[in-house]
């Protein structure tokens, strides 16, 4: 493998890569374009989230009636998670980390 070290300099436009950014295209970009950019950023992160979700459960071999009863949540929360209606925060985000990390310990520690 090659590292290869650049140092750019914001200010010298010599250092920077052709074609890194269009400025003109910065430059034109308004407060809508930004704010329809981060909706659709925000839509992509619920979907990753919901097939986060739907992999652990998988991986697991369960249902999503299995896996509520296994993590003790309701089957509609689960659902709302796996569709992108919802996501998990604080506790159940946590126990879907260590479910994707640790599933048999963590499994075993819930019952």
Not at 1 to 9: A, G, H, L, N, Q
């Amino acid at each position: 493998m090659k590292i290869v070290r650049m140092k750019i300099d914001p200010a010298i436009p010599e250092s920077l890569d052709a074609g890194r950014i269009d400025p003109e295209r910065v430059d034109s970009t308004t407060e809508t374009d930004i704010a329809r950019q981060a909706a659709a950023d925000e839509a992509e992160a619920v979907q990753d989230v919901a097939r986060f979700v739907r992999r652990i459960r998988l991986r697991l071999g369960l249902s999503q009636a299995e896996f509520a009863e296994r993590i003790n949540v309701p089957l509609d929360t689960i659902r709302n998670w796996e569709q992108g209606k919802r996501c998990p925060t604080g506790a159940a985000k946590a126990l879907l980390k260590v479910l994707d990390k640790a599933p048999e310990a963590a499994l075993a520690a819930l019952h």
